[in-house]
């Protein structure tokens, strides 16, 4: 069964500082997409990444950047110099598209930039 | 470009009762996705619209219905509400052809009680 895994619950860290968030997913699909969403106050959710499961290459854009590992079934991101606009929670999901396309999302990290 | 809409933004239901929500997706967009999002449960799909058709569905009571118009808007009616039906309801809009990210609207904020 597809399982997206957010071990971190909470995160606070102060401004400028980089932070990590990690991701492990579990699926028995070989073709299947990674996402990032960032959910702030507002409640709506902003896409940041996706990735499928045959490109490797770690991305980055501007402070954010993600790491994806097959082999440990994980995709973290890290936000290098955070910022206060920074706080948000921050969901990994999974879809295992083109089988089914709906997206199964982690319980979320809440991260806290401290100014 | 719009982005996807969702209205009302906040609604105050008695249990028993029926709701229906609503949600216009980007133009273009032929897919509406609906997710509960519970501080207990997290955010978990309800089900899919692509061309007026539920082409999935999540583990959700029958109480929870929806339906697409022609011009892709979607509606997501739950009856006999229940207290733990309180939750923020999102939509989320893509082409529904491929695998493309899909845009969340702001969501409905459901409170029963």
């Known amino acids: 069964a597809q399982k997206v895994t957010q071990a971190q619950t909470e995160i606070s860290v102060v401004e400028k500082e980089d932070v990590t968030l990690d991701c492990v997913y579990e699926?028995?699909?070989?073709?299947?997409?990674l996402f990032w969403y960032k959910q702030p106050p507002s409640g709506e959710l902003v896409f940041l990444i996706r990735r499928n499961s045959f490109d490797e290459q770690n991305e980055i854009s501007g402070r954010y950047s993600w790491n994806f590992q097959k082999s440990t079934s994980s995709f973290n991101f890290t936000i290098t110099a955070s910022q206060v606009v920074d706080s948000a929670v921050y969901f990994c999901?999974?879809?295992?598209?083109?089988?089914?396309?709906?997206?199964?999302f982690g319980k979320g990290t809440r991260l806290h930039i401290l100014p | 470009k719009a982005g996807v809409t969702q209205t009302p933004r906040y609604l105050i239901k008695t249990r028993g009762q029926q709701v229906t929500l609503s949600c216009s997706p980007i133009s273009g967009h032929r897919s509406v996705s609906w997710y509960q999002q519970t501080p207990g449960q997290g955010l978990q799909f309800l089900f899919e619209?692509?061309?007026?058709?539920?082409?999935n569905k999540g583990n959700f009571p029958g109480r929870f219905s929806g339906r697409q118009f022609s011009n892709s808007r979607s509606e997501m009616n739950v009856s006999t509400l229940e207290l733990g039906d309180s939750a923020l309801y999102l939509c989320?809009?893509?082409?529904?052809?491929?695998?493309?990210?899909?845009?969340f609207g702001q969501g409905t904020r459901l409170t029963v009680v």
């Open positions: 989320a809009s893509s082409s529904g052809t491929g695998v493309t990210e899909a845009f």
């Open positions: 999901a999974l879809s295992e598209a083109p089988r089914d396309d709906k997206i199964i």
């Open positions: 619209y692509f061309s007026e058709t539920q082409r």
């Open positions: 699926t028995r699909d070989t073709t299947y997409y």
